[in-house]
């Protein structure tokens, strides 16, 4: 909570190095919930690179019983104890000090530090949460070795865990038992974990490619040991993958996951003991989604690919977060598209990461939020756990690769883990790592790291068909954002092929180019604010497929004529752009459906639907060729949040209500091609997650969902079909959402999913996000669903399941003329404040994008942030986010 009035904001210029580096950390908890006892010897001596001689501590929300420097007891008079740091002025060059510290974990609802969820400890110190847990100089720079000893009730707490290796257990009498662990390798202070729980797990004994063998464990409560399967292969996949790809061998003898039900993110990172969100472990046919299987396998790979790129090599400040996270989602991306082999597959995951950027990255560039890769200031460093920081970032490193090519970018890892293994470092230095191992200069790419806001980039083409040039002129611009009027040219990878009058991509020659000779997609470089590409020996006039992969995240702009987006979407070698052209083929359509709602006082009456587009719809629907996975993502129309986008005055009601029509539409127009592939896509006998089957079961489930748009008798009789006789949650949950969605009664079937998944905490979640996200449901339905018993806004995933689904994915009732749902926004950013900001300042970022409604919504919204910056006791999470809307 917010002490002083006024939070203060930190720079990145303001980076100074540690007076003090700390060599080894020895911890001693006694655990227990209302009062645990923290001891601490921490080894430090001061740093060379500093001309202070102040030890400076953070602490949080603890309570300092005793301090020792080199043994002796100091009296208050010898430190400074302030809210947040403790200051020992003028220290010896080497000092040792002993700190005993208490604090109370069960009542610890921020599940920041050492907290309890189901009677179990656990820890979560990214970024900020070890100062809540003892005094130390808590910031990632200093790296240290730590020794963990725990002791707790065995009864309670038959398992104790913490980083590196177990090197010896006992008991201790009185029914308490102890565990002592040794992390060999230096780490940062956010790196700590520990667990103390009534746990089970499965483990099993893997060989690396060296001959080593080491040992796997997943972690989680008595009930989910049916659970743990997909979590284990995915860890024994992304350990084999990082060695083949990167070369990068796990490092440690032993390696853990613990699930927890109460977590703010998807998961930890901690060394050689990383906590998950149970969300992101736990999965067997019966609970999970074909969407949870891959989550699950993207975050197991994600965490354990930190454990080099974030772990051995971490970063110096909380402004470098991207060094390690848009660096470690890059390399979960390509890890689940290796893992999917093909390059349909491969490019499946590709539009799905391009999907993400518009519908959360884009809209944050252009937001009160907007922040460079690399941040350069912050109130809470809590609030920049972005799609920024994580998907762009991702992007970022992405574009190294399609820049220097993939040995290319292998190189530049390798030079990068032998120049900085050990050490805390910048994204300045990951940069000069890949320019120096391909002799490539990439000063100006440090633009994508320092200028906030979504590049646009503009295109023009000319033919000459006497001399058969063929000439793409690409420009640039960058629109302002906070604190950033003028931007300075990118340096932009733009992939670029060109088709023929039949479909085929043409064999490039790019003049001044380098690239093999035949190719049919080459990288041209942009790298000032207008250039010109010129191709060489070009016998037609081509179409031209542009940003081939979404080499760079940008908006292209690109005249596109009708039949020239008809002839991509349905030629385009490069599936991402064919899907592209489908996006901007139903885009162009659904703004002018929605002008004509709003022009209409929102009626749909007398709209239109041209034969071209859905005859396109048709035949991709119907195109056997084509993975279903792909069908299924070239027939999702863009969002509604992604249409509003595009728009200067959002009317949500009338974006909603054009959508509807153009999938009414479609569902009736290709009602027996729908219907057909319906039963053509079944995924008969045991289930299995796999791409080619997951792909199957969503193309079957969204022709489900356009027929279920203005169900028939026959239509509905099939979802309620699906939904008895399921083999699995994607099918069976597909089915129940068809319903809901469709207003048909849909209560007997959620009472019965209910009653079957009621223990199930995972599947409850589902159970009323499904009904916070359909546009049936209106705030007053969401209020009467947070009386239901298994409602808590304790639980971070059960609290989103319900309100944030209901704030961020169901825009038409969520943007109610009247403003109530506003006023319920306010209500439970407040609420959610005193319980967990880091929630409730999520769940305030909800309210960004308020200055673009038309205006009386906008006086709605703008009283709402209005109503919760006011408040005297908020945190500086939420204070930040408001603050900052309301600039
Ligand atoms: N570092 C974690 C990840 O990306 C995310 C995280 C941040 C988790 C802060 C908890 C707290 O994998
Ligand atoms: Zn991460």
Redesign the pocket.
Known sequence: MRTDSSPQTIFRKDYTPPAYLVDTVELGFDLDPDRTVVANRITMRQNPASKSRDIVLHGEEIELVALRLNGKTLAPTEYHLNGSTLTIRKAPAKAVLEIETLCAPVQNTSLSGLYVSNGNFFT?C??EGFRRITYFPDRPDVMAKYTVMLRADKAAYPVLLSNGNLIEEGELGDGRHYAKWEDPFKKPSYLFALVAARLVCQEERYTLQSGREVLLQVWVEEGNLDKTDYAMQSLKNSIRWDEERFGLELDLDRFMIVAVGD???????NKGLNIFNTKFVLANPRVATDIDYAGIEA?VG??YF?NWT?NRVTCRDWFQLSLK?GL?VFRDQEFSADMIGTDSGRAVTRIDQVRTLRQAQFPEDAGPMSHPVRPDSFVEI?NF?TVTV?EKGAEVVRMYQTLVGRDGFRKGMDLYFKRHDGQAVECDDFRAAMADANGRDLRQFERWYSQAGTPIVTARTRYDAVKRNFDIILSQRCPASAGQADKLPFHIPVAVGLLSASGKDLPLTLEGGKHAKGATTVVLELTEQEQIFRFRHVDERPTPSILRDFSAPVILEYDYTDDELLHLFSHDSDPVNRWEAGQRLAMERLLKLTAQVAAAGGSDAGLKLDATFINAQRAVLTDDTLDPAFRELALILPSEIIIAEQMDVVDPQAIHVARQFMRRTIGAALKSELLAQYHANQTPGAYSPDALSAGKRALKNLCLSYLMVAPDMAELKLAQQQFEKAGNMTDRSAALVSMIHSGAEAGPYLKAFYQDFEHEALVIDKWFAMQAAAPTTNVAAVRKLMQHPAFTLKNPNRARSLIFNFTGANPSQFHAADGSAYEFWAEFVIKLDAINPQVAARLARGMDRWRRYAPALQAKMKKALEKVAGRAKLSNDVLEVVTKALA
């Open positions: 979560q990214e970024a977590f703010n993110m998807g998961a930890m990172e975050v994600h965490e930190h974030g996270e470690t809590n756990y994580y």
